[in-house]
């Protein structure tokens, strides 16, 4: 079977070609054996990879001649520091311009599942759909162990090459533990959500404690689908269906989300256009807020920690929705700020906190009063 693989790639792989490999909990694992031999063999193939919840051992990233990471997480993350991957922080609202010039894949490498409309996209859209329309071909692993949660129309034009077959399931990502302070921080959010709002919410502990403290129905319209969701949905707070672009999580969330179109592209769900028509709260951690209020959230000076990802298109669409607030975890800022008590000891905080100099020398930061 491995030499029928490579053969395959042999057939649309060139040197220099740019191969764009689907990431997400289904990513074609299966494949990347054969991708990675033809590409050391080939020669000077450029590989553009997303947010991988978990590395393939067997994807060699050193047969490519260019590697570059648009959401370098925890298992990119060595990658990016060693110099072997290129981070490229663009946006997610940004892929659409970047995959149809600089990024123009030559192949595309994917997941596809079978369902009553074709093949189709399994526990991730994202940017996937998007660049297999603008690929010369579409290389897929048909893996029915995916979820069906994909809108129906995605890959709708596409023609894909099943090259390979699994019944792989999906990555299992595990929440974090319980966590007192982000417990008390998403309780404090919680409060501000109106009835019938949409809520945005980062994977993580705090958007977690904020989904588990909501007590009003409300609608999600978020990038990354948790386990949390169903928690939500288990409790009669989930208005309709939701909307996302990513599942991540445990078999409780895959076996939910099946048969369920809650999943569209980056184009669709982080559109501020669209954004700025729903009533939207946004809640999502920062690592850095510096004095102007700007927002760092993808590393620091010590290490790469994630990519930008979605939380621009998002806040963009939050500002301009009439209703919206965002929470940032220190930092609040317009349409509405909020309260949420408390000191930190970092001077680099956002325009939403008053900070005074301690007798030490060092600052004191507050959050700032409910507007």
């Not at 005074?356 to 930061?365: K, L, P, Q, S, V």
Request: with cysteine; glycine share 12%; net charge neutral.
């Amino acid at each position: 079977m491995t030499d029928e693989l490579e053969q395959a790639f042999r057939r649309w792989m060139r040197t220099g070609a740019t191969v764009a490999l689907a990431d997400g909990v289904g990513m074609p694992i299966g494949l990347c054996s054969a991708l990675s031999t033809v590409a050391r063999e080939v020669g000077g193939v450029k590989l553009i990879v997303g947010w991988c919840p978990e590395l393939p051992a067997t994807l060699e990233l050193d047969a490519f001649a260019d590697v570059r990471a648009f959401m370098p997480g925890r298992t990119l993350r060595e990658g990016v520091t060693s110099g072997l991957i290129r981070y490229v922080p663009a946006y997610l609202s940004q892929l659409p311009a970047l995959f149809s010039a600089e990024w123009r894949p030559d192949v595309m490498v994917l997941s596809v599942r079978e369902t009553a409309h074709g093949l189709c996209l399994g526990s991730e859209v994202s940017w996937i759909n998007m660049a297999a329309q603008l690929s010369a071909v579409c290389i897929g692993e048909l893996n029915n162990g995916l979820p069906e949660a994909a809108q129906p129309h995605v890959l709708r034009s596409v023609e894909v090459n099943v090259i390979g077959e699994s019944t792989r399931a999906p990555t299992v990502v595990r929440e974090r533990g319980f966590d007192p302070v982000f417990a008390a921080i998403g309780s404090r959010v919680a409060q501000y959500v109106n009835p019938g709002a949409a809520i945005q919410f980062g994977p993580g502990p705090l958007g977690e404690s904020f989904l588990a403290a909501l007590e009003v129905p409300v609608k999600v319209d978020t990038g990354i689908a948790t386990d949390s969701l169903v928690d939500l949905d288990a409790k009669g707070l989930l208005i309709g269906e939701p909307v996302a672009t990513y599942l991540s999580g445990t078999e409780k969330l895959y076996r939910w989300a099946d048969g369920r179109a809650i999943l569209d592209g980056v184009e669709t769900t982080h559109s501020a256009g669209r954004l700025e028509k729903v009533d939207l709260v946004a809640v999502n951690g920062a690592r850095q807020i510096d004095l102007m209020g700007q927002v760092g959230v993808d590393g620091n000076n010590a290490a790469q920690a994630a990519g930008i990802g979605g939380v621009r298109g998002l806040c963009l669409g939050r500002r301009a929705s009439s209703q919206g607030l965002e929470h940032r975890g220190a930092a609040i800022k317009p349409t509405r700020r909020i309260n949420l008590g408390g000191t930190l000891d970092d001077p680099s905080v956002g325009s939403a906190l008053n900070y005074r100099r301690r007798g030490d020398g060092t600052r004191e930061c507050r959050l700032a009063r409910s507007l």
